[in-house]
């Protein structure tokens, strides 16, 4: 039971988060070729987000701080749907650049105020749940408006994506 609990806990996310990156990689390369193509950019930074996302699930010993790594694991996700938006934002063919800055500013604001500085009471443990709740509502209120918009513009891309983002968020 051990050695299976291990696999599916630590295992498959670093399999998974491993094969990620290395696609990403691929789209980095893409993307080096084709600089038009903001998607592969995009998908890129997304593995790569996606990779130390998952890294506490794997990492045993690390060189980095344990407050550190919790940091960056927690504002990963923001980030992560902020990358979301904008690939899905370039599916659409649509900006909505009041929501872009929104999003590029919440996330600016979440990741500096839990920065774990020495000198600072800014516990990551107190600041996480929020940090969950803002990127929650975040999340929410980007796929809201991109299921309007494929909703009008009646994509069958579109409308499978806000699918994906419905069934993530939940």
């Known amino acids: 039971m051990f050695d299976t609990r291990r696999l599916l806990q630590n295992r498959v996310p670093q399999i998974t988060s491993s094969i990620f990156l290395v696609l990403g990689i691929f789209a980095l390369g893409f993307w080096m070729r084709r600089r038009h193509e903001t998607t592969q950019l995009l998908f890129f930074v997304l593995s790569v987000l996606f990779y ?62 839990t920065l774990p500085l020495k000198g600072f009471n800014n516990s990551l443990a107190l600041f996480a749940p929020l940090a969950y709740l803002i990127f929650t509502g975040v999340s929410f209120a980007v796929t809201f408006l991109l299921s309007v918009v494929a909703f009008r513009a009646r994509s069958i891309e579109c409308g499978a994506l806000a699918v994906v983002l419905w069934i993530n968020l939940g």
């Open 52 to 113: 130390v996302r998952n890294l506490h699930y794997y990492i045993e010993d690390t060189w980095i701080p344990e407050d550190w790594l919790s940091w960056l694991t927690v504002n990963s996700l923001g980030w992560i749907d902020v990358v979301v938006y904008f690939f899905a934002y370039s599916l659409h063919r649509q900006r909505f650049k009041i929501m872009e800055r929104c999003l590029i500013g919440a996330m600016l604001v979440a990741s500096v105020v």
